[in-house]
Nanobody, 116 residues
Framework: QVQLVESGGGLVQAGGSLRLSCAAS???????????MGWYRQAPGKQRELVAT???????NYADSVKARFTISRDNAKNTVYLQMNSLEPEDTAVYYCNGFEGDYWGQGTQVTVSS
């Protein structure tokens, strides 16, 4: 099995920054087969939405709402994916989840709260 563990969430004022991390552990063969890693978020009363994805080769994709503010990156040697979030807005408040597409692995989520 593969476990994804997120960290780095918290409470921040609007305009501030946070860096989320997601570390994969478990079956190394299954981890090696994960090409696309992503971050999703779910705000209260809303559906889970894509924030950003990154391939093992470094190709990235972002939701329009976070482009130019968020940066996804990945350290394949550490089996870790990051999400640098700058210029945070109250609308970014949500539980952020890490995802491994190949295998449909999900983390438990980390809360990000942005106060106005």
């Amino acid at each position: 099995q593969v476990q994804l563990v997120e960290s780095g969430g918290g409470l921040v004022q609007a305009g501030g920054s946070l860096r989320l991390s997601c570390a994969a552990s478990g079956n190394i063969f299954r981890i090696a087969r994960i090409n696309v890693m992503g971050w999703y978020r779910q705000a209260p009363g809303k559906q889970r939405e894509l924030v950003a994805t990154i391939t093992r080769g470094g190709s990235t994709n972002y939701a329009d709402s976070v482009k130019a503010r968020f940066t996804i990156s990945r350290d394949n040697a550490k089996n870790t994916v990051y999400l640098q979030m700058n210029s945070l807005e109250p609308e970014d408040t949500a539980v952020y989840y890490c995802n491994g597409f190949e295998g449909d692995y999900w983390g438990q989520g980390t809360q990000v709260t942005v106060s106005s």
